[in-house]
């Protein structure tokens, strides 16, 4: 009898937590746990649909799916389907990686206005997650605000910036990338509430403002800063690299492609008011639900260090936890309970929608087109 260790949540901190024990333990019998009948968490519903180099890391985890001891459970709720007690008496250990996706509030005088969306509500709404199918009605929205400072302000600005063409090989949803391509957006805003020195931007993402179809980066703010000197190297770098691409936006003329998007700095948002802006998208980052805690129970990912880091940033994460739970196995014998996984999809249904939603996308020169309604994907999931 070998160790069962349950893995709740199959995004990024729970494959490479998966990863992080089979390199030590490849006996052990792994059930990854995920609410949706799809696998991936933010890979597939959170980074963009245009940048399907960030997605290729799927194919790492499919590796893993395809171990003969780790088991794909889709459509199984922790909370719901199956308590976290019940989880805790059924496996030798319970890894926690839920992630974070409730929208941070600004507390701020207007913000439940219908036009004020938060930033996973409308990622989610474009990447496909079955929970999320309606998306903001852009038919009259020329002004955006996005306010925020990090590359979900750049991704939210960007798809809205691009053109059909440029979303082309994109599996963003079609209808939102029908209702984006036909908004009459002239003008997107990214706000920061402080300055272009202390922006959270990453290079790449931001250089890509440079070279869209449709919209110019412009910025007016005063780039003759510098990287705080408290600052460590690489944020210096980072950084400093930044404030050189804006100051190549600052030489853009505004009206010169059909979409200013405007770098604005120095803004914080103290009311949301009518009549400003036609849409308003907050990034400012992500909370998440309490999760069971205590004797055997061990978080990763976003939901142990909070809505920070890119997916490489989990390996190690995921890496150090896995040899706790190692540790922790050591001074235990293996429980001889029931089974208690309730398995709704498993890896073969998982095969059977994403064969569906590549063969939709082959039609069309896409990479996939997503299932998006959950009688939809429960219906493929069972062939
Ligand atoms: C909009 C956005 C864009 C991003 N873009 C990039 C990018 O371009 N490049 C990059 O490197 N990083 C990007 N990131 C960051 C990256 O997505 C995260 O670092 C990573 O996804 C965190 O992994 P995780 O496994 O902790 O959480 P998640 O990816 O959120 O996975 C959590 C999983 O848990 C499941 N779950 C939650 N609750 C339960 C429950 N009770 N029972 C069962 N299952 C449950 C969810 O369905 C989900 O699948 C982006 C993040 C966001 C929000």
Redesign the pocket.
């Known amino acids: 009898m070998t160790h069962r260790v349950a893995i ?7 494959f490479y937590a998966a990863d992080g024990l089979l390199r030590s333990r490849p006996d052990l019998r792994i059930d990854l ?4 009948p799809t ?5 597939r ?4 649909p245009d ?1 399907q180099g ?1 997605k290729a890391i799927v194919r790492q985890f499919e590796k893993l799916l395809a171990e003969p001891d780790v088991r794909f459970a889709g459509n ?5 389907d199956l308590s976290w007690d019940e989880l805790r008496e059924g496996y030798d250990a319970v890894i926690v ?5 409730i929208d941070k509030k600004l507390g701020v005088p207007g913000e439940t206005l219908p036009f004020v969306w938060g ?2 509500k409308f ?1 989610a709404w474009l990447n496909g997650h079955p929970d999320f199918r309606l998306g903001p009605d852009l038919a009259q929205v020329k002004t955006v605000a996005v306010i925020g400072n990090g ?2 302000a750049l ?1 939210v600005a960007r798809v809205l910036a691009k053109s059909a063409d440029e979303m082309a090989r994109s599996d963003i949803v079609p209808e939102a990338g029908a209702a984006i391509a036909a908004a009459p957006i002239t003008d997107i805003h990214i706000i920061g509430r402080r300055g272009p020195e202390n922006a959270s931007f990453t290079n790449n993402e931001l250089a890509e403002f440079g070279r869209l179809a449709r919209a110019v980066a412009v910025t007016d703010a005063d780039l003759s800063v510098a990287p705080p000197a408290t600052d460590p190297t690489p944020e210096k770098l980072r950084k400093n690299k930044n404030l050189e691409i804006l100051r190549s936006f600052a030489k853009n003329a505004p009206g010169s492609k059909p979409i200013a998007i405007h770098f604005d700095f120095h803004r914080p948002t103290t009311a949301i008011e009518p009549g400003k802006f036609d849409l308003v998208i907050t990034c400012i980052g ?1 909370s998440g ?1 309490e999760f069971l805690s205590g004797e055997g129970i061990f978080a ?4 142990r260090r909070g ?1 920070t ?6 390996r190690a994460d995921s890496h150090a936890v896995a040899r706790q739970v190692i540790a922790w196995l050591k001074e235990r014998d293996p429980k001889s309970g029931l089974d208690p996984m309730p398995i709704a999809v498993d890896l073969a249904g998982w095969h059977r929608i994403d064969k569906a939603e590549v063969a939709a996308g082959a039609k069309l020169g896409r990479p996939r087109v997503k299932l998006t309604d959950w009688k939809a994907l429960l219906d493929t999931a069972e062939g």
């Open positions: 709740v949540g199959a995004g990024p901190s729970g746990i995920d609410r949706l696998p991936f968490g933010l890979v519903a959170g980074v963009a940048h960030t199984v709720e922790i909370g719901r990686a839920t992630g974070m996706t930033s996973w990622v590359n979900v991704d992500y639900v990763v990912g976003w939901a809505p880091g890119t997916i490489p940033t989990n």
